[in-house]
């Protein structure tokens, strides 16, 4: 088929239309800019730093005595809390983190505190894109392996 130029000739449909990008669409390696506001909840933040801290070497569980409890309420009915143990306080480019842990016997206390206060700091930084003013590690208790082995018969005695 034949278009007719503006100019009355004949030209090919073969001839390729200039390539645009839609509007609100940016083209490969440009970044799309606009207006509009970008709201994380608390919950998320807490979460994400929750999964850092889980990660570090010597971390056996996050959260104290009650929160452990309702912790293993949760697992049983297959639900986990990947947030329990943490508190955030979260401000518009700000967050402070608290992180309560028991750790494992025997590693060293203030390096796994440090390696949580990276981890977080890191994961909190890069996800969210807030800036971490302070994140304080609580260490509740020692996960002793001997725990382990003591737990074991009165989870026989319960069935």
Not at 37 to 51: E, F, H, L, Y
Not at 81 to 91: M, P, Y
């Amino acid at each position: 088929m034949d278009l007719i130029d503006t100019n009355g000739s004949a030209a090919s449909s073969n001839k390729t239309p200039r390539s645009s990008a839609p509007t609100g669409t940016a083209l490969a390696g440009e970044p799309l800019t606009g207006t509009g506001k970008t709201v994380i909840n608390d919950g998320v933040v807490a979460k994400v730093a929750g999964i850092a801290a889980r990660e570090v070497t010597g971390v056996h569980a996050l959260g104290g005595g009650a929160a452990r409890a309702l912790g293993a309420i949760r697992e049983a009915m297959n639900n986990t809390d990947v947030s329990q143990g943490i508190s955030v306080e979260v401000g518009e480019t700000q967050v402070a983190v608290d992180v309560t842990i028991v750790a494992e016997y025997p590693v060293q206390l203030q390096q796994v505190a440090n390696d949580i206060r990276s981890s977080v700091i890191r994961a909190i930084e890069d996800l969210v894109g807030l800036e971490v003013t302070e994140v304080n590690v609580t260490i509740v208790d020692i996960h002793l392996p001997s725990d382990d082995a003591d737990a074991e018969p009165s989870k026989a005695a319960l069935r």
